[in-house]
């Protein structure tokens, strides 16, 4: 059932000014937001300098397309979700340190981030291809207990659905997303002439992650605006910006639409990808107090989606938070919780 008249103007009311409230605090200097059911678009409204179809760097939202791609290639055959990343990518058995760290480490624990693979690794500040690399994050970091969120997730999954479609990520990405779902402006390496929101001023959050944690880079981006490159450091210094954990751009519209695939689904297993298979995770998916009865995700350059079947709601807020010369301290969650929260208590019935 789709929201009554009364209720879409209540979601166009409340969001306006919720966005305007948040952006006026300084949580980010502009916003794009999509509010939409099952079919249709609800609301739709853009802040600051920025358009409709304007592209972001959406950060980790490249997980939920690339985990999309992986339940695709399950169910078409490729692989299956019991199976181990080392069968999947048989050079990492050649490695006798990998070999063993990742023995019984299956796609299904790549996508619930129960790998018990470290949090965080700069790969840039290493010599040497991605197996290299993983081999030296691997012996200076120890195995991590229970969940723990880790790009490094990704980075194997995007990999595997390499090695298995026998593409790149990003044809992967045209060939077996954009185009079936016909998503529109989404791409890894965007086109120079798509309007594109800039993300931030250099990579100042990571150089202090460096510091912190004793690692030396000296090819850092000028703390200029970056605006088309992605914003996160491995996808960006390491892997040439097409990376299974960050590298994506798109226009609000295209997540949408990809909610939408996710909110009609009748497949089993993209519909088990929406349940809590480990605390606080699907395949892919995030849940909790942020996606009230549904679930979604986040991305570090202030990028957010969720949706609710139960509900028949979902929303994509695109902003650029860290598009600010000193470091925002507002905790962005505190805007997308508010915003899910007040779509939600709208959409739930009496």
């Known amino acids: ?150 790009d490094l997730n990704f980075m194997l999954l995007g990999k595997a659905i390499e090695s298995a479609a026998g593409m790149p990520l990003d044809r992967c990405l045209q060939k077996l997303l954009t185009a079936p779902l016909d998503l529109g402006k989404i791409s890894y390496l965007p086109n120079p002439l798509w309007d594109i929101a800039p993300s931030s001023y250099g990579n100042p959050i990571e150089e202090a992650m460096c510091a912190e944690r004793g690692f030396s880079y000296s090819g850092w981006r000028s703390h200029e605006p970056v605006r088309g490159g992605v914003n996160d450091g491995n996808a960006f210094y390491f892997f040439g910006g097409v990376a299974g954990s960050a590298g994506i751009f798109a226009e609000p519209l295209a997540y949408q639409r990809l909610c939408q695939f996710h909110m009609n689904t009748d497949s089993p297993l993209m519909l088990a990808a929406q349940q809590e298979r480990a605390p606080g995770r699907g395949l892919g998916w995030q849940m909790g107090p942020m996606y009230p009865d549904g679930c979604g995700h986040t991305g570090f350059t202030g990028t957010s989606v969720y949706f609710s079947r139960k509900l028949n709601i979902g929303a994509v807020a695109f902003t650029n938070r860290l598009f600010y010369q000193k470091p925002n301290p507002n905790p962005t969650n505190d805007f997308r919780r508010a915003l899910h929260e007040t779509l939600a208590s709208i959409c739930k019935p009496d």
Not at 58 to 87: C, H, N, P, Y
Not at 97 to 123: A, K, N, Q
């Open 1 to 150: 059932m789709s929201p009554s008249r009364n209720d879409t103007e209540n979601i166009a009311k409340s969001v306006a000014e919720l966005t305007r409230e948040y952006a006026e605090r300084g949580y980010f200097p502009s916003a794009s937001i999509r509010v939409f059911d099952r079919e249709h678009t609800l609301y739709q409204s853009v802040l600051g300098d920025v358009a409709p179809d304007t592209v972001y760097d959406v950060a980790s939202l490249t997980k939920i397309a690339v985990a999309t791609i992986a339940l695709i290639l399950m169910e078409k055959g490729f692989f299956r979700l019991q199976d181990e990343i080392a069968d999947c990518l048989p050079l990492l058995r050649k490695d006798t340190l990998l070999r063993e760290r990742l023995s019984g480490v299956t796609l299904e624990r790549l996508l619930t981030h129960t790998s018990g693979i470290v949090d965080w690794y700069p790969f840039y500040t290493e010599s040497g291809d991605f197996y290299q690399a993983l081999h030296t994050a691997l012996s200076r970091c120890g195995p991590v207990e229970g969940m723990v969120y880790s």
